[in-house]
């Protein structure tokens, strides 16, 4: 991977090393635990020195005893060691019952399991290295995963909606819970080994500030975003976005190719002046019978598929058939040329016929 130009921000080392949460919710609620029974231990060893007269370690001993309910000691032979007695019996009941309770939530609830699937997450996520970050999980976020699974392509998925990590969770995707507009959030992903971000969310707004954030913290990060207004494509731009797709536009732009020109069986925009086309020679085609080296022109015919076999970078001589399939790259204006070869001639519609093969003008002639 190439170096990376990564600028310093705030809470950078913080970020890297920050704890998940629920972690520190389940840390909190041990530590409370802990504290209790170290607070009343403490004060029973205390109160049993001064009112039996014991050492301390014996004190200490003996308090634990009577807090776990044992009974390896003797009873205390004065009124307040009595009543300090008593007092570690009922707390040190209590305060196991809490404790049990406490860990029988985290296991039956799923609880520990999850903090642990978490961390789990965050250390496969800091091993991640040229990978892609997809901000937000939403239709075109799932469209964008299904497409970097079947390339084979490391990803990542960072959404705010903890329903979303459900969904994630389900399908094996690595998921960071935040806004991919905050800088820790995107520090968390990886941004700092990161292959690229796809902005994706379903607001521009948000697809603008997300562009903003990574442009800021890493200055050579390709970014690929998403806009649904005509007008938020330049604000993108110049927000720092590489490539700017809106998915209605191109959408409508493919729809109107395919019902204007029944022969393509599909598009890919390679780069930005060339595209990859597969065209279906047709029965009465103008391009029916020629040489690929007769229609090619300017485009490359990359391969040619005839019934069930496919033929990669066929000759030039090589006979076009109906019913044949060729996968031919080049400019808009050259795929042009072939698009109009290979449409088929409409015939002019008719209102319908008389039986004796005369057309049917809707007039009776008595």
Request: net charge neutral; proline share 6%.
């Amino acid at each position: 991977m190439p170096d990376v130009h990564l600028v310093p921000r705030p809470g950078w080392a913080r970020s890297s090393t920050a704890t998940h949460p629920q972690l520190l919710l389940l840390a909190r609620r041990v530590a409370v635990l802990g504290a209790i029974v170290a607070g009343f231990l403490g004060l029973g060893t205390v109160g049993l020195v001064l009112a039996e007269g014991v050492g301390g370690w014996y004190a200490f001993r003996w308090a634990l005893d009577t807090a776990a309910t044992v009974g390896g000691f003797p009873q205390p032979h004065t009124l307040a060691g009595q009543i300090i007695h008593v007092l570690l019996i009922v707390l040190g009941v209590g305060t196991l019952f809490y404790g049990l309770a406490t860990l029988t939530e985290l296991i039956v609830g799923g609880e520990l399991a999850e903090v642990l699937a978490a961390r789990r997450t965050r250390r496969m996520i800091d091993l991640f290295t040229d990978h892609h970050i997809i901000c937000s999980f939403g239709r075109v976020g799932r469209q964008v995963a299904r497409d970097l699974r079947a390339a084979r392509a490391e990803y990542l998925v960072v959404d705010p909606v903890p329903e979303n990590r459900e969904l994630a969770q389900g399908l094996g995707v690595p998921f960071v819970e935040g806004d991919p507009a905050n800088d820790a959030v995107l520090i968390q992903a990886g941004i700092a080994r990161a292959r690229s971000i796809i902005a994706c969310a379903d607001s521009d707004p948000q697809n603008i500030f997300i562009t903003l954030t990574a442009r800021e913290l890493r200055a050579d990060i390709p970014i690929v975003a998403r806009a649904a207004l005509e007008d938020s494509e330049k604000k993108l731009k110049r927000a720092g976005a590489d490539r700017v797709i809106s998915p209605y536009k191109a959408s409508g732009t493919e729809m109107a190719r395919l019902a204007l020109h029944p022969q393509l069986r599909g598009v890919i925009d390679v780069d930005a002046e060339y595209r990859l086309e597969r065209l279906v020679v047709g029965e009465d085609c103008d391009g029916a019978g020629q040489t690929i080296g007769d229609i090619r022109g300017g485009a490359m015919i990359v391969g040619l598929r005839r019934d069930s076999a496919f033929h990669p970078q066929p000759p030039g001589d090589t006979v076009l058939l109906p019913g044949d399939i060729i996968n031919a790259m080049g400019t808009p204006s050259t795929l042009g040329r072939l698009e109009t070869l290979f449409d088929t001639p409409r015939q002019p519609a008719t209102r319908g016929r008389r039986d004796g093969g005369e057309p049917d003008t809707g007039a009776s002639n008595h």
